[in-house]
């Protein structure tokens, strides 16, 4: 029954955050202007994500996660926050992101393979990956509805991963709620946005899902298996830097190059079209992984590579089909 009323209030929490800052996010300078880079063309509130993390938080108060892993990513949400309001600088929001990381694996005491490898490269590793992915998921918040969706499919496939696993059952209630926060949060972004995520929900997703998979196995192959489920996120960000730098363009400056993007702005698909289909993509990939993980690393790293291969080929080839259309003016 804890689980339900849990999961309710996760939901509710979701709209509530949501509905707010629709109402009055433009209050507070919570605001997003369209631009040269943007995929929406009138001033939309943003931040609806708060209600994501206040779901986070209640959820990790009531089943008692370590505080060693909400208190860094709420740092981190709210850092976003701050970042929705006043835009800070990249330096800034790095050593903020890398510290609650640090937190998180060394108040863990949690270390892959600690007979093997050292403790130094550990941190490094964990902190790359926590950082990285939560980097990567917010350059995923771009067109409406991509983020809540792709979280649903991430953290809903972690959680059954996780009960296949018989990892502790409050890890899995976590995911559960940061699932229902995020649908609560999807009907005020999709299929017309009247309110945008924001960095204090995407940037707190991508951390979150890092910080989980991390503290939840042992082994590096657990983590490869469980990164599957965010492997579009990684491949699009991956492909996108590999493309930028291809075309000489500055790979950290803001852009629309992602292939999410290329698909809504040049190939002029619906927002909602091009969330849902790489919703589906990721949950297709994800039940790939948990099978092949059944079959050892070789399997499922070698299944993920032609995977990888794939995504790269189409996303160049829509790149140029894109290109040829910015250059005559048609489709």
Known sequence: MNWFIYLLLSLCLGSIGAWSVKKIGANYGLIDLPGHRSSHIRPTPKGGGIGILLAFITASLLTAIPITLWIPATIISLTGLID????LSKSTRLVVQFACALIVIVGG?????????????????????MVGTANFFNFMDGINGIAGISAIVGFGLLAVYGAMQGIPTKYIVIDL??????IGFLPFNIPNA??????????LLGFIFAAMVWESNATLFGVLSCSA??????A????????????DGPIMVPHRRHLYQVLVNELALPHWKVSVGYGLIQLSIGIIAIVLQYFGMTALIAGMAALGVLFITTSVLLHRKADQISSTGSL
């Open 177 to 182: 709620c940061i699932v229902f926060a995020c």
């Open 194 to 203: 009247g309110v945008f995520m924001g960095d204090v929900g995407s940037v």
């Open 109 to 129: 005491n949690h270390f892959l393979g600690s007979a093997t490898i050292h403790p130094l490269l550990n941190v490094a590793i964990g902190g790359l990956f």
């Open 84 to 87: 929705d309001r006043v835009e």
């Open 236 to 247: 699009d960000a991956a492909t996108t830097f590999a493309i930028r730098f291809t075309e």
């Open 229 to 234: 489920f965010f492997f579009l996120i990684y």
